[in-house]
Every structure is written in structure tokens, then in C-alpha cells.
């Protein structure tokens, strides 16, 4: 079974330039998951998905930040413009969660690693 | 904010002894704490977790105990190995403001040395 699929891999781009990075999450899961890891820290969560409804994006910085998930199946994020401390690796993650079950697993992508100079 | 406090951030053993990582959270609702662990340049992959009507897991060399009163949990690793040598996390489901979020710790760098 494919893992949770994320392109490109490491990006680097200017400040100020846009970037976006794409996100395919495992076969059958209704809810995904976009984190930022910045350099000897934990992942931060910035928005959850359940199925192409956003439920949880508190944490997503709005002015330069933005994401879709159009289908409710693969998604991408996007940062316009990206500043010097966007620098991070930013996950995607997949679960799959049911209603009034209990939280289930959440699988990661490799990641992509974002250098902005 | 609710958060979870991770110690150590680094951690060398000698292969074959045991590694313990300890994690606090603040958040008295939460109820599911699981453990990642991330080599580098991957993701973090689950290698354990542990839910709150349940005080202890065990699986093969890892094993998690809780303690909801105190409210913190710990990973132990047994009979350690090279390949265990990886940065792992420890993370708890707290509320955030209407939602509740996997948040996690800071990481422990383990290093298992031959």
C-alpha cells in the first residue's frame, strides 16, 4: 500500500516568491492533515481536513498562507510571498476518522523541506 | 496555551541497555498519547501509542506507561540497537479552542552507540 505522497521533496526559492507544495494522502482517508516542522522541533499542526471541508485551521497564518482540498483527496498548500522564516519542513499527514470512533493513526509523508533565502 | 514539555532532547546509550524518554502535558482532557519516531530526512511514523483507560503497552522492545494523575507518560526502549538511534517524539491530543490537535513535543536525538 502507497504511503502519504508529497512533491517536491526540498524547494528553494527567494523571499517573497511564491511556492506550493501537493499532498496525496492514503487511499480511503477522509482526513488530512498539513504541519510545519521547523529545525530540532515537533510538527505544529496548521490545518486539518475532513474530507474537503477545512475544520481546524487556526493555526494557518492567512495573510501569505493558504490551502485547498478540492475533491476531498489530494491538496495542496501554498505560501505568497514566502518570507525568510517560512524556512521548515512541511508534512502532510492522513488518517482515516469516523464519527464517535475513537482517533485513529495518523500516517506522514516524507515531507518537503522548504529553504527560502 | 496547552502544550507538552519533552525530556531529555538528547540521549546516548550504550547498545543493549534501555532508553527512556519522558513527556508532561497540561491538558486534563486528553486522552490519547502516542510516540513517533523520525530518522532523518523522513517522516515521523508511529511506533506506539497509548490511550487513557489504560495505564501500560508493551510491543516486542517498546513499552509506554501513563499516568493521567500526575499526567505524564514515558517511552522505554529495551535491549536498545543501532537502528533505534533516531530523534522520537511524544505527542497528546489537546483541546484547541473548539478542535483538539495532536500536539507534540520537542523531540529526543536517541543515539545508540556499538
Known amino acids: 500500500e502507497a504511503g502519504v505522497v508529497q512533491s517536491p521533496r526540498y524547494k528553494i526559492i527567494e523571499k517573497k516568491q511564491p511556492v506550493a507544495f501537493w499532498c496525496n494522502p492514503i487511499?480511503?482517508?477522509?482526513?488530512l492533515y498539513w504541519y510545519r516542522q521547523n529545525l530540532g522541533q515537533g510538527p505544529e499542526l496548521l490545518i486539518r481536513?475532513?474530507?474537503?471541508?477545512?475544520?481546524?485551521d487556526s493555526q494557518l497564518p492567512k495573510d501569505r498562507f493558504s490551502a485547498e482540498r478540492l475533491k476531498g483527496v489530494d491538496s495542496t498548500l501554498k505560501i505568497q510571498p514566502a518570507e525568510l522564516g517560512d524556512s521548515a519542513v512541511y508534512l502532510c499527514?492522513?488518517?482515516?476518522?469516523?464519527?464517535?470512533?475513537?482517533?485513529?493513526?495518523?500516517?506522514f509523508g516524507p515531507g518537503t523541506r522548504l529553504t527560502v533565502l | 496555551g496547552e502544550n507538552v514539555e519533552q525530556h531529555p532532547s538528547t540521549l546516548s546509550v550504550q547498545e543493549g541497555d534501555s532508553a527512556v524518554i519522558k513527556c508532561t502535558y497540561s491538558?486534563?482532557?486528553?486522552?490519547?498519547f502516542p510516540w513517533y519516531k523520525q530518522e532523518l530526512g523522513k517522516g515521523p511514523q508511529l511506533i506506539i501509542d497509548?490511550?487513557?483507560?489504560?495505564g501500560e503497552k508493551k510491543d516486542q522492545r517498546i513499552a509506554v506507561t501513563l499516568n493521567k494523575t500526575a499526567k505524564h507518560f514515558s517511552l522505554h526502549i529495551t535491549e536498545t540497537q543501532p537502528e533505534d538511534s533516531a530523534v522520537y517524539f511524544c505527542?497528546?491530543?489537546?483541546?484547541?479552542?473548539?478542535?483538539?490537535?495532536?500536539?507534540f513535543g520537542s523531540g529526543t536525538q536517541l543515539t545508540v552507540l556499538p
Open positions: 491538558d486534563s482532557a486528553s486522552n490519547y
Open positions: 487511499s480511503g482517508h477522509n482526513t
Open positions: 499527514a492522513s488518517s482515516l476518522n469516523l464519527a464517535g470512533r475513537r482517533i485513529n493513526e495518523q500516517f
Open positions: 497509548i490511550r487513557s483507560n489504560v
Open positions: 505527542a497528546a491530543l489537546i483541546s484547541s479552542g473548539s478542535a483538539r490537535q495532536l500536539t
Open positions: 481536513y475532513e474530507n474537503e471541508e477545512a475544520v481546524d
